[in-house]
Nanobody
Framework: VQLQASGGGLVPAGGSLRLSCAAS????????MGWFRQAPGKEREFVAT????????AYADSVKGRFTISRDNGKNTVHLLMNSLKPDDTAVYYC?????????????????WGQGTQVTVSS
């Protein structure tokens, strides 16, 4: 599946952003989708994931309670709503897709990746 992320930008601390990821293909609902992020000089880290049906979600501890992942299978899109943003959230955010079942936080187990969208949170 091909992925296209969008929605990044510059936002002050405490603000909100909504990222979107558009996917190609007719079997979107069979993919677990994930969001990852990579800050300068750091490894790409897990942010959130959602099951194909949208009923199962999981989050990194650092974003739990502030970020919400959702999906619209009719539109082949997945979203990441980010509230109460902090400067530490500054990173390039990537969406990723994985065939299979179960919550997976390991980036190496995701099959397809989007190009990334920059999120910058100013203090």
């Amino acid at each position: 599946v091909q992925l296209q992320a969008s929605g990044g930008g510059l936002v002050p601390a405490g603000g909100s952003l909504r990222l979107s990821c558009a996917a190609s293909g007719r079997t979107f609902s069979s993919y677990y989708m994930g969001w990852f992020r990579q800050a300068p000089g750091k490894e790409r880290e897990f942010v959130a994931t959602i099951s194909g049906s949208g009923t199962i979600t999981a989050y990194a501890d650092s974003v739990k309670g502030r970020f919400t992942i959702s999906r619209d299978n009719g539109k082949n899109t997945v979203h990441l709503l980010m509230n109460s943003l902090k400067p530490d959230d500054t990173a390039v955010y990537y969406c990723a897709a994985r065939k299979g079942y179960g919550v997976v936080r390991d980036r190496d187990l995701y099959d397809d990746w989007g190009q990334g969208t920059q999120v910058t949170v100013s203090s």
